[in-house]
């Protein structure tokens, strides 16, 4: 059975960087297709980033471009997201997901995914 736990949230300043991680078992991070979806109170879950199972190629949310990062690390069987210039409005649940495989026209639908963590409180203060 594949779990996925998340970690790196933390309370930072406007301006600053953050690492999340994801770790996967039971099964090997680049066979899957993968996610970043984010949820503020009194929202819906958004679409942060995806990475292909095949190619590793990437894709962001609108808000995000530009500023985040998606990557696996293969040897430590774990996803990545980088944060960089972080705003207050990026203050949220992260969650990582995975699923073996998503059509591109429905990465960002978080129904795609089959497999979910338990989130990582991302804070970002003014």
């Known amino acids: 059975q594949v779990q996925l736990v998340e970690s790196g949230g933390e309370l930072v300043q406007a301006g600053d960087s953050l690492r999340l991680s994801c770790a996967l078992s039971g099964g090997a991070v680049n066979m899957y297709a993968m996610a970043w979806f984010r949820q503020a109170p009194g929202k819906e879950r958004e679409f942060v980033a995806h990475?292909?199972?095949?190619?590793?190629?990437?894709y962001y949310g609108d808000s995000v471009k530009g500023r985040f990062g998606i990557s696996r690390d293969n040897t430590k069987n774990t996803l990545i997201l980088q944060m960089d210039n972080l705003k207050p409005e990026d203050t949220a649940v992260y969650y990582c997901?995975?699923?073996?495989?998503?059509?591109?026209?429905?990465?960002?639908?978080?129904?795609?995914?089959?497999?979910w963590g338990q989130g990582t409180q991302v804070t970002v203060s003014k």
């Open positions: 990475i292909r199972r095949t190619g590793g190629h990437t």
């Open positions: 997901a995975a699923s073996g495989y998503v059509i591109v026209s429905a990465i960002a639908t978080a129904g795609s995914y089959n497999y």
